[in-house]
């Protein structure tokens, strides 16, 4: 359902998609590189945005207009939920492609979230180049794989 939604949106909005690597976010934070994100995917717009709305509890810095943020703002906001819809496809797109890239971590399956088969996958084969060194699992991957 979600990837015919998807569709329909590209077909019926303005869209755009921005993300930040995972060297970016270790680098600043899940949460900073979280709002570069959005305001790189309002400046990305193909018209200008007059107002965003975003989903959270701040309004990313340099934004090119006003914007408010809305906590839990997808089941408050039919822009955010459909922005939310585009978001959660295009990364699991990117997780497929990033299987086919690194075989061997599940990225088709899990998604890139700490799952018990991620995190094996981790202990195995020590985190690929996509992925952020200073999260949890993979940090606690690459302790016991020194150790190893």
Same mark, same amino acid.
């Given at each position: *359902? ?7 949106? *590209?077909? &019926?909005?303005? #869209?755009? =998609?921005?993300? #930040? ?8 934070? =899940?949460? %900073?590189?979280?709002?570069?994100? *959005?305001? +790189?995917? #309002?400046?990305? +717009? $193909? ?5 965003? &709305? ?5 309004? $990313?810095?340099?934004?090119? !207009? ?5 906590? %839990?703002?997808?089941?408050?906001? &039919? ?5 939310? =819809? !585009?978001? %959660?496809?295009?990364?699991? /797109? *990117? ?14 399956? @899990? %998604?890139?979230?700490?799952? $018990?088969? @991620? ?5 195995? &084969?020590?985190?690929?180049?996509? @992925?952020?060194?200073?999260?949890? $699992? #993979? /940090?606690?991957?690459? =302790?016991?794989?020194?150790? +190893?």
């Amino acid at each position: *359902m979600r990837d015919q939604l998807f569709a329909a949106l *590209m077909e &019926l909005a303005d #869209v755009s =998609i921005a993300s #930040v690597s995972a060297q970016t976010i270790d680098a600043r934070n =899940i949460r %900073k590189a979280s709002l570069e994100a *959005m305001r +790189l995917a #309002v400046v990305g +717009l $193909p018209q200008p945005a007059d107002f965003a &709305l975003i989903d959270g509890t701040d309004v $990313p810095a340099g934004l090119s !207009c006003a914007g408010q943020a809305l906590v %839990k703002g997808d089941g408050r906001s &039919l822009s955010i939920a459909a922005a939310s =819809i !585009c978001a %959660k496809v295009t990364r699991d /797109r *990117m997780m497929l492609a990033a299987d086919a890239r690194y075989p061997g971590y599940g990225f088709a399956s @899990h %998604k890139g979230y700490a799952t $018990p088969q @991620h995190q094996e996958a981790l202990a195995r &084969l020590g985190p690929s180049p996509i @992925h952020r060194r200073t999260f949890a $699992p #993979v /940090r606690a991957a690459q =302790i016991s794989r020194t150790v +190893l």
